[in-house]
């Protein structure tokens, strides 16, 4: 555990940090790194002080409650509005208690920035006047609202405010002595500092935006703690409640809230604030048995509970000092395995009472269900983000932009003309990628000039794929702004690695204005790369890699060792499991061929067939919709494709004549790829199970051996080559697919 926070601490993933392993009252503590490193070095200390973040959930909020619920002030299955009438409002009635302490409300992930408000009640205001997005107990959906909502309900009813009411009856009682809101300037020096805020280190003041807007205390962040307070808070619910003679809770409020309290068919399983078992579970690791429990902080903190082996675990950090770049996410997930793996002759694996795994149910994560509605979610690109920030990053810098048609903000202004007019920079060139500056050409490059501004272009699909030393003289950074499509073989992230290589070579900073990935960043799928790289196939990443581009820069910078200065400019309100149309986004086809939401979901898969002897529908209105060959039966195809029954396509028998690409004006006899659930269908598969089918029927016209040009993975070929099944070639990526996860795990940015 030692080994694992150094390394994050030296690979700048953190500053320092706090940890606390604990089995039957045996601990093993200690501080490591800086809680500080602007404006200068401080070391951290056990008795460090952290802004707690999203703990605040279920050291403040949720016990708040549970007292309450004791003292017969709260009903758990009663509506919310009977604590706040104002809540009552858009569908929000049938909302309970329980529906807000297990996130099954219905409600957004958070409250909106814009206009910009202030002030507690403001907040409380804008939370009443919210429209779900979901009937309550549809679906899980992690949000701060619901518990802005459960802090003012513990306002309403007890009287006086969050902070006093857990103060009063929880941290006082239990001898926590450094955890509370609102901390007192004697504390100061002791306080972890995380993030610069217009021109001020937050320092003693919370980091979330919503909370700091409330005024430092509000249900869903706020407190400050340190890591023996929350051992002692960790005693008392390993406890049953009590501690040191004094009681907090009743045995069964405690089994409330570390027991699966989510509705039935919703299958993240939650209990009354705490996690148990959803995508949020990452301090349980590879060990600690299902039924176990804990949280998460924003700000790099987390703990987790083991009542099976008595251990609890417990690391804090201010992962964002000083710039917000931190990642702790890797580092909790080792930390977890290794606190488990420290505990010596218990078998986690035979716990008495932990849960059996999921079953998936007909409601999952990616069902529609599960989605937002349409018009909701407004997430904002790298390019709008930085100019929300008034183009700060770029001040007082020479910069050369890499980007085409696709590099708008969601107003679907230019970002040429917006760094052309923003202040304090300068914008000296243009670089183009493949199809050019506008996006329109499908074939080689010339450089040229700019029309609108003047400004040189050069270009990166022509004679040359890197920018020229000459090229890049006269700059102090380069910025990448091009949308990409979320597979590997497509050449905008070839582009990227390259740019990158290059910036560090010439020593210049290099940004990434990140964006969507519009086929969502859930689904790895495809086999790793497993040959040469090349410009189709820049990186060792499989087919369908569900990262952002900013996220494949971070992986580039460090597993090529080009050490750039690089910076990620990051997407805000962006989920992994969100398709591009549910960003709120413009869509802009970021390719001549590539035309809509639906041929990105079907390209990892249908593009890796285009260099064999097939159309893919390229000179159609349909491009990767459709494939067909003079040789092919359409009817007879179509036939073995739907026998296959793949999930999520069908496929018609269709005839058409492409006006461009492989075998332009002859007539081609195919199929019509239909996408019925997206969610369901695996692209990859699609384009594999097609290779097989046509090895199959017309092996001597299909052209088996150029199919592994865009795969670029020998084995899976030959399995094709040999009638392998499908499942046997899935198989055979599952060793690298994994350790591509575990790779992926360190460079990813968002939940």
Known sequence: ????????????????????????????????????????????????????????????????????????????????????????SHGKEAITVRHLLTHTSGLRPGLSSTPLWSGYDKAIELACAEKPL??????????????????????????????????????????????GFLPLATKLPRIAPTERFEGEMLHGKVHDPTARRMGGVAGHAGLFTTAADLARFCRM???????????????????????????????????????????????????????????TGFTGTCLWIDPFSRTFWVFLSNRVHPDGKGNVLPLQAALASLAAEAVIGFNFAGAIGALPPRVPPEVTANSPANRPQAGVVQVLNGIDVLVQQEFAPLKGLRVGLITNHTGTDRHRNSAIDLLRAAPDMKLVALFSPE?????????????????????????????????????????????????????????????????????????????????????????????????????????????????????????????????????????????????FDETGLPWINPSPNMRSLTEAALYPGIGLLETTALSVG??????FEVIGAPYIDDVKLAAELNHLTLQGVRFVPIRFTPNASVFKDRPCAGVN????????????????????????????????????????????????????????????WTIDLDEFKKRREAYLLYR
């Open 618 to 623: 390229r000179g159609t209105g349909t491009p």
């Open 134 to 179: 979901n009937a309550p107990g549809a679906v899980f959906r992690y949000s701060d609202i619901n518990f802005i909502v459960l802090g003012e309900i513990v306002r309403r009813v007890s009287g006086v405010r969050l902070d006093e009411f857990a103060t009063r009856e929880i941290f006082q009682p239990l001898k926590m002595s450094d955890t």
């Open 237 to 295: 619910m390993l406890n049953g409640g009590s501690l040191d003679g004094v009681r907090i809770f009743k045995p069964e409020t405690v089994k409330l809230m570390n027991s699966v309290q989510s509705p039935a068919g919703v299958p993240s399983r939650r209990g009354l604030g705490w996690d148990i078992d959803s995508g949020y579970s990452r301090p349980r690791g590879k060990h600690f048995p299902l039924g176990s429990y804990g949280h």
């Open 673 to 732: 790829i239909l996408l019925t659930d997206r969610d369901q269908c695996g692209a990859v598969d699609v384009g594999i199970a097609i290779a097989r089918t046509l090895q199959r029927l017309y092996p001597a016209e299909f052209g088996l051996e150029k199919f592994d040009r865009l795969l670029v993975h020998r084995s899976t070929v030959e399995a094709i080559r040999a009638g392998r099944s499908l499942a046997e070639i899935r198989q055979s």
């Open 435 to 579: 199809h050019g500056i506008r996006g329109a050409l499908d074939e080689k490059v010339a450089d040229s000039v700019d029309e609108k501004t003047g400004l040189p272009i050069h270009s990166l699909y022509g004679q040359t794929r890197s920018p020229k030393p000459d090229q890049l003289r006269d700059l102090d950074a380069l910025v990448f702004d091009i949308q990409d499509i979320g597979c590997r073989f497509y050449t905008y992230i070839s582009t990227m690695g390259n740019c990158l290589e290059a910036a560090a070579k010439a020593k210049l900073k290099f940004f990434v204005l990140d964006r969507v990935n519009p086929i969502g960043g859930v689904v790895i799928d495809g086999p790793v790369l497993n040959g040469e790289t090349s410009f189709t196939g820049f990186h060792p990443i499989p087919v369908r890699h569900g990262m952002t581009v900013g996220e494949l820069a971070r992986m580039f910078n460090v597993e090529r060792a080009f050490n750039a200065d690089l910076t990620v400019i990051p997407l805000q309100g962006w989920r992994r499991e969100f398709w």
């Open 1 to 88: 555990m030692d080994a694992a926070v150094l390394a994050a601490i030296s690979s700048n993933q953190i500053p320092g940090g706090v940890l606390w392993l604990e089995r039957h009252g045996t601990a093993y503590r200690k501080a490591y790194g800086y809680r500080a490193l602007v404006p200068g070095k401080a070391p951290m200390t056990e008795n460090t002080i952290f802004d707690a973040a999203s703990l605040t959930k279920i050291v403040a909020t949720t016990p708040a409650i549970m007292r309450l619920i004791e003292q017969g002030k709260i009903n758990l299955e009663a509506p919310a509005q009977s604590y706040l009438p104002e809540f009552r």
